[in-house]
C-alpha cells in the first residue's frame, strides 16, 4: 500500500516537472534578445564647441547614455542623441567615451577632440580658412600618418606645413569680394582622396542662418565657420537662477556687419534672438543701397509692400527687420523663425475691447471705473496706492468665466512724465484678461503666439500688426492710435497661476513712428511698469 501511494507521488512529481520544463521552455521560446545599436561608435570635433548627432537602434524597453568626462554634454531626444562639446582649450587632444546602457545590450562611442582649429576625415573633406588669414590647424584623421601630401598648385596667398597627424595651413588675408579655392590630394593605402581648400573673401553685408527647430548648435556652428566667422564670445545658462539662455558670440568676415550673434533657451530649445550689426555709418549707407536689395533678395528674402523694412524668407522660414538709427551711425538686422501655427484654433465671434468709454477721459475717473464694476457685479481683488496717495491700479475679478479680470491704470501727478492736470486720476490704460488663452494666443516653447484666426479678427477692424518684442504682439489702429499689446502667461493673482491671455489697451499717438525697435521699446517699457505680479 505504502509502495502503491509512493509510486503515484513519484509519477506526479515527475508530472509537475515536466509541466514546469515545457513551461520553460515556452518562456525561453518568447523572449526577445535584447539588441542595441548605434548609428556611429566613433566621433571627433575640432577644438571649438560643437554638436554631433548619434541615432540609437534598439528593442529595450529602458536605456540610459552617460559619459565621464564633464566636457562632454548629452541630450536624448526621442531615440537619437545629441552629443555636445565645450571648447578645448587644454593645448592637447582629449578622449571619453559615451556608454549606452540597455541593461543586457550595450554600446560604447569613443569621443575625441582635437586641440587644432579643424577636424576632418581626409575623404571629399573640405577646409574653410578665415578671411582675415593666419595660422591654422587641422587635425587628419587617419589611423597612420604615413600619408602622401600632394599640392596641386602653390598659390602666394597660402603655404601648407605636413605634420604627423596634422596639417598647418598659413594664409594671408583675402581683400577681395570673391573666394578663393586651391586643392590638394593625399595618398594613403594606394588611394587618393581631394581636399578642396576654401577661404571666403570680404563681405558686405551678413546674413543669420535658421538654427531650425529644435534649436541645432552643429548647424549653427558649421554655418558660421564655412563662412570664415570665429567664435568670440561665449555666454552660458544659469539654470540654478532660472536662466536658460545661452548665447554665441561670432566676428564675421565683414568690414561692416562684424558679429552676428545667437542667443537661445536651452529649456526649450528654440532661439530667442538673433541679429547682426554695424556700428558705422556706411552700415547704414549700405543698406539704404540697391546693392542690399539685390544681395537680399538673391538670398530668397522678399521685402514686405507695407513695411519696407520688413523682409520674408518663405524657402529659410525666416524673417528679418531692418532698423536703422540714424542718430548713433549704427543698423541692425533682427532674425526671427516663421512659426508654422500647430491647429485651427476657435476665437471670439467679434472684437469685444472692454469699457472705452472709460479710457484717457478727463472726466472718467476713479469712481466712474468704480461704478461700472459695481454695474457689472465684479469683485475688487487689489487696489495699488503710491507713496503720495494716489492710486495707481485697481485689479477686479468679473462674473464673467472666460474675461476673468480687469485692471485698470491711472495717471498720476509725478514720475518722470507726470500726467496732465486735466488727465490726473483718469484710466491710462486697462488690462484684459482670458481664461482661454487658445481664443487668441498659441503656445510654441516658452513664447505666445497670435493664431492666425485673431489675427483676422483684428486686421478685420483695421488694426494693424506693429511688431512682436518677444513678449507682447502690438497691433494698433491709424485711425485713432488705439495700441492692443497682445501676450500670454501665468500671473499669481489672476486665474490661480493657471495659463491666461492678457490684452493690454492704450491709446499711443507715437506708435507708427521710429523705427519697428524704437516703437516696440517705447511700449514695452511702458507696459512693464504696469505688469501684475508674478
Known sequence: MRITKLHKLLRFSFLCLVLAMVAGCAENDSFEQPQLSVSEKDIAFSNQMGEKTITVSTNCKEWVATTPKPWVHLTRNGNEIAVQVDANT????????????????VEKVMVKQSAADISIDIANGEIILPQVGGTTTVDVNMESSMYELLQNEKPEWLQVVRKKHALKFISRPNYDVTERTTKLTITFGGKSSEVIVRQPGVATFILACNPGNPFSLHKMMDFEYRRGSLLHEYGGPDTANGIYEESYFFRTPSPLFKDVVYVHDTKYFTPTRIYTRSLVKEGVDAVKSQAFQDFVKANGYVRDEK????????????????????????????????????????????????????????????????????????????????????????????????LIARTYFFYLRGGDSPAPQDKVGSVEQYSLFYSQPNLGIWLYGREWFVTREFDKLLTSNNFEFVGYSGKHHVYARRSDYLTLAISGGEFADVNNGKPIMQISVLYKPTVFAGSKQQRMAKIESMLKKHNPSR
Open 307 to 402: 513695411d519696407p523694412n520688413h523682409y520674408v524668407n518663405v524657402k529659410e522660414s525666416m524673417t528679418m527687420d531692418v532698423d536703422i538709427m540714424e542718430k548713433n551711425n549704427s543698423v541692425v538686422l533682427f532674425f526671427y523663425q516663421m512659426h508654422s501655427q500647430d491647429r485651427d484654433y476657435e476665437t471670439f465671434k467679434s472684437l469685444d475691447l472692454g469699457p472705452l468709454e472709460l479710457l484717457d477721459k478727463a472726466d472718467k475717473k476713479v469712481s466712474a471705473v468704480e461704478e461700472y464694476e459695481a454695474s457689472q457685479n465684479s469683485e475688487e481683488m487689489k487696489r495699488q496706492v503710491s507713496k503720495s496717495r494716489e492710486i495707481e491700479a485697481i485689479l477686479y475679478k468679473t462674473t464673467d468665466p472666460t
Open 90 to 105: 587644454t593645448g592637447a587632444e582629449r578622449s571619453s567615451y559615451i556608454l549606452v546602457d540597455g541593461g543586457l545590450a
